[in-house]
């Protein structure tokens, strides 16, 4: 048994709250319902002590790939959903993911589709993949649909990856040149310092200043990081607010290369979506309403909410985008074209597949520039702390010499 709070309406129209407790989602609303009750939301206390652990585990995405194509493959050769899913559930390593898929035959056995069942658990089932569902259910083309969801998720996995691969790389490089110029700093050059002390002649200038960039980081590294941390923090809230959350995009878009690289990502991310889920027979406005959701950026979300309260007073898809100048106008453009040709999802594919390529055309510039970039910072900065440390050494060996 696991707690449960739920949001609902009286047959006043009255919002009640509260916590209830049940075996899954579907047996919560159903008692809800027999209370007289319109549900509004229904969501697992995960705080509760009785809910089992590993139900709060996290369903990577290699799972709903898998989980995605070997479904269709078993729907398509004929094998009942029930069926198909308790086989899955008997193969499927990860504990959490085991636990949403018996959440799901359960629920599908006490009387709930596919795509309802697979709205209960919203964190793990994005509202495309439950529309998709949805759509095929209605459409009778199931298995159809549930493998192109698995390709949609290769394809976003796959751009993730590339992505991921070029930052990685000079952030891990860029946090062993800082850790090792600290290390420099507060360790190293102390020793130094204590023998530079012994010589009666003057320290070369570059030297002092090293020696003074020293001492202020041992004095004030502790307090510095600290300042660091709560500025992060501080940052970390802001950001998290609504307005927060859209400046940082916004200065996303304007970061110098970076910013075309993201820009690209978006509009690649947005009409794969959208695609996709025109292609699967999902309203346009609920396609737009769930690729504003999914966009992962809030400019890309504030323009197609715009769109779609253009739609609904009549207009196209194309011009309400484009003049968000958010979009390039190639994609409006083959957007508009599309629209009137009745093609809107193979223009959509099309934009898609061109903007991957552009994307990792430009991971793959960027990595190959980043790493000279790299080996020259590190050869300046770390070279220099060490002639700047040696020089003292070199002038009084001259002396010596003469």
Known sequence: MATFRYVAKDQSGKTVTGQTQGESELSIVQQLRKQGLTILSVDVDESTAGLPRRRRRRVKSNDLVVFSRQLATMVDAGLPLIQSLDALHDQTDNPGFKAVIGDLINAIEQG????????????????????????????????????????????????????????????????????????????????????????????????????????????????????????????????????????????????????????????????????????????????????????????????????????KRGENIAEPLAASHVFPPMVTRMISVGECSGKLEVMLEKISDFYDDQVNATVAGLTSLIEPLLIAFLGIVIGGIVICMFMPLFKLSTLVTK
């Open 112 to 311: 709930a589709s596919f795509s309802d069942a697979l709205g209960q658990h919203s964190k793990v089932f994005s509202g495309l993949f439950v529309n998709m569902v949805r759509a095929g259910e209605t459409s009778g083309t199931l298995a159809e649909i549930l493998d192109r969801i698995a390709g949609y998720l290769e394809a976003s996995a796959a751009l993730q990856r590339k992505v991921k691969a070029a930052v990685i790389y000079p952030a891990v490089v860029s946090a062993m040149a800082v850790a090792i110029t600290i290390l420099l700093m507060v360790k190293v050059i102390p020793v130094f310092e204590k023998i530079y002390e012994s010589f009666d002649s003057a320290l070369p200038g570059p030297t002092m200043v090293l020696l003074a960039i020293s001492k202020f980081m041992r004095k004030w590294m502790l307090p510095t990081v600290g300042a660091l941390v709560i500025g992060l923090v501080a940052l970390r809230m802001w950001v998290n607010t609504e307005m927060g959350r859209f400046k940082l995009d916004q200065f996303k878009f304007r970061l110098p290369v970076f910013g075309e690289l993201i820009k690209k990502i978006c509009v690649s991310r947005f009409t794969r979506t959208l695609g996709v889920l025109v292609r699967s027979g999902v309203p346009i406005l609920s396609a737009l309403d769930i690729v504003g959701k999914t966009a992962g950026n809030k400019l890309v979300e504030a323009a197609v909410n715009e769109a779609i309260e253009e739609i």
